[in-house]
C-alpha cells in the first residue's frame, strides 16, 4: 500500500478530511466538540502548561499502516532538519518542559534522529520515541538501536494492534507481528521491560476495525498474559488508544461504510472528565518543518497554531501557555469513553 | 427496487434506551439491574460478555448478537473465544434437543415397541 498523498487520494488534503467529518456530522445532527465543551463549561479549552515537546522528525517509515493518520510510508519524503531539531532543543531546555517525544514515521529513519537523542540527553530531560518495532530489523544500520535507546535511557513505546499475529498484520503490514515480537525480544535482551533495569518498554494498542479500545487495564493483562507465555516477551505498560477518524483511518471508515456508526459512536461517548485531561492541554507539537501545532492530530490535519508565536524558532512558554487550543470534530476521538491521549486512557 | 421491510431493524438497537418512554419506572429497574449484571464481579465483564454473546446466539436476538459482537472485540477477545462461546451455545440447544429424545425413547419402549 502506497501512501494517500502517492495514490493522489482526496483525502490527502485535510481540508478534504475536515469538510468530510463536518458535513457527516451535519447530516447526523451531531453537536460541534466546541458545542459540547461548551455545555460541558471548558470552553474555550486552554492548556495546563508545555509540558511535553512533541517532536514529528519526519514522515519516512519504512512501514504503510492501514490507519496511520500521519499518512507515513518508505514514499514519503518530509524530514525535519537538524536546524530545526536545534531549534527543538533550545525550546526543551526551557525551565518546565520535561519531556521530548519522538515520533514520526519511523522517527529512527531521519538521518540526524542520534544526533537529537544524544542532545537531549545532555539536558537531562525525559525523553520518549515512538518506535514501530520492525525498523530495529531494517538492517545493519539500525540493529545497534536496542543499545543506543539504553545508553540514553529512552523509554520506548511501540505500536502493537494486537497480542496475536492476524490482527496485527491486518493493521500493519503482512509479517509485521513476527517481526515487532522478534524486535520486542531484542529489547528485552538488553533490559527493556524487564522488571527493576529501569528501562521502559511501553506498547501502544489502537483497536484494527471500527470500535473503541476496552478497558485498558484489562488489555494490558491479556497483552502480558499472551505475550509472555506464548512469546516469551514481556513490557511495561500498555497505553489504549482511540483510532482518530482522519486520514488514512477515516479512508478506511469511509471504504466500509463506517464513519456515520464510528462518529456517532465517539459523540454519544463523549465523557467530560477526558476531555479536562486531553493531552493538547499539557503537550505542544512540532511538524517536520518547525511550525507548531496543539497536538499530532492537529498537525496532520494542519491546524497550525497561529498565534504571536507559530513556529518552534519563536518558542515562547508563556505565550503558548495562554492560547485558545484549536478544535473540530476529530477531537471527539481523545474525550470519548475513558478518553485517549499519546499516553493511553486519561479518565 | 422494492422497499426492504423487515421487523428488526440495525438502528433500532440504539433506540433501546427510549423503551421508558411510556413506562419509566420499569425501564429504569430493567437499566438498573442490566449494568450492575454487566459489571466486574465474580465474573469479569469481559467473561460475561462472552456469555452474553452465546445466549444471544442461542435466543437468535440479532440485537444482542450485534452488540454483544462489538462488545467482546472491544474488551480484547480473540475470534478463537467468540466462535468457542458462539459453539458453546450451539452445543447446549443441540444438546437440549436431543436431551428431549429420552423422552421419546421412554414411549417408544411405553408403546412396547
Known amino acids: 500500500m502506497r501512501s494517500l498523498l502517492a495514490r493522489g487520494s482526496e483525502l490527502a488534503s485535510s481540508k478534504e478530511q475536515l469538510k468530510i467529518l463536518t458535513e457527516v456530522s451535519g447530516k447526523l445532527g451531531l453537536p460541534s466538540f466546541s458545542e459540547k465543551l461548551k455545555e460541558a463549561g471548558l470552553y474555550p479549552l486552554r492548556p495546563t502548561g508545555v509540558d511535553i515537546l512533541q517532536v514529528n522528525v519526519g514522515k519516512l517509515c519504512n512501514q504503510t499502516c492501514r490507519h496511520c493518520h500521519v499518512d507515513a510510508g518508505p514514499d514519503r519524503r518530509e524530514i525535519m532538519s537538524k536546524e530545526t531539531m536545534q531549534e527543538c532543543l533550545v525550546a526543551l531546555a526551557t525551565p518546565g518542559v520535561t519531556t521530548l517525544d519522538i515520533t514520526g514515521g519511523a522517527p529512527e529513519m531521519n538521518p540526524n534522529f542520534r544526533w537529537f537523542v544524544e542532545e537531549a540527553s545532555k539536558l537531562g530531560k525525559k525523553i520518549m520515541i515512538r518506535c514501530n518495532l520492525t525498523i530495529l530489523l531494517a538492517g545493519e544500520k539500525y540493529k545497534d538501536l536496542p543499545e543506543f535507546f539504553a545508553k540514553h535511557k529512552v523509554e520506548v513505546v511501540s505500536s502493537l494492534p494486537y497480542f496475536q499475529k492476524r490482527r496485527t498484520d491486518a493493521q500493519r503490514g503482512e509479517g509485521v507481528f513476527d517481526r515487532s515480537i522478534e524486535a520486542l525480544r531484542k529489547l528485552n535482551t538488553v533490559g527493556y521491560g524487564i522488571s527493576g533495569s529501569g528501562l521502559v518498554l511501553n506498547l501502544v494498542y489502537n483497536p484494527v476495525g471500527a470500535f473503541l479500545a476496552g478497558g485498558q487495564s484489562t488489555l494490558e493483562n491479556d497483552f502480558k498474559k499472551e505475550l509472555k507465555q506464548v512469546h516469551g516477551v514481556e513490557f511495561n505498560s500498555l497505553f489504549a488508544l482511540t483510532n482518530m477518524p482522519i486520514s488514512r483511518f477515516l479512508e478506511s471508515l469511509l471504504e466500509n461504510d463506517n464513519i456515520d456508526a464510528y462518529l456517532e459512536k465517539l459523540v454519544t461517548a463523549f465523557n467530560p472528565v477526558a476531555a479536562t485531561a486531553v493531552m493538547c492541554r499539557n503537550t505542544l507539537s512540532v511538524g517536520w518543518d518547525g511550525s507548531l501545532y496543539d497536538c499530532d492530530f492537529n498537525q496532520m490535519l494542519d491546524m497550525k497554531i497561529e498565534d504571536k508565536v507559530s513556529k518552534i524558532s519563536e518558542f515562547n512558554k508563556s505565550v503558548l501557555d495562554s492560547r485558545e487550543i484549536l478544535l473540530h470534530q476529530h477531537c471527539y476521538g481523545c474525550t470519548a469513553g475513558a478518553g485517549s491521549s499519546c499516553g493511553g486512557s486519561i479518565a | ?113
Not at chain 2, 8 to 29: M, Q, S, T, V
Not at chain 2, 32 to 54: N, P, Q, R, T, W
Not at chain 2, 71 to 95: F, P
Request: hydrophobic share 40%; charged share 25%.
Open chain 2, 1 to 113: 427496487m422494492a422497499q426492504e421491510t423487515t421487523y428488526y431493524k440495525p438502528e433500532d438497537l440504539k433506540k433501546f434506551g427510549n423503551i421508558g418512554e411510556f413506562e419509566p419506572d420499569l425501564a429504569k429497574k430493567f437499566f438498573d439491574y442490566y449494568g450492575a449484571v454487566f459489571a466486574d464481579g465474580a465474573l469479569s465483564a469481559k467473561e460475561k460478555s462472552l456469555i452474553a454473546l452465546a445466549v444471544a446466539h442461542v435466543v437468535q436476538c440479532p440485537y444482542c448478537i450485534d452488540a454483544y459482537t462489538t462488545d467482546t472485540v472491544e474488551k480484547g477477545v480473540t475470534e478463537e473465544q467468540i466462535w468457542e462461546a458462539i459453539h458453546v451455545g450451539a452445543a447446549i440447544r443441540g444438546g437440549a434437543t436431543l436431551v428431549h429424545s429420552v423422552q421419546a425413547l421412554n414411549k417408544v419402549k411405553e408403546l412396547g415397541i
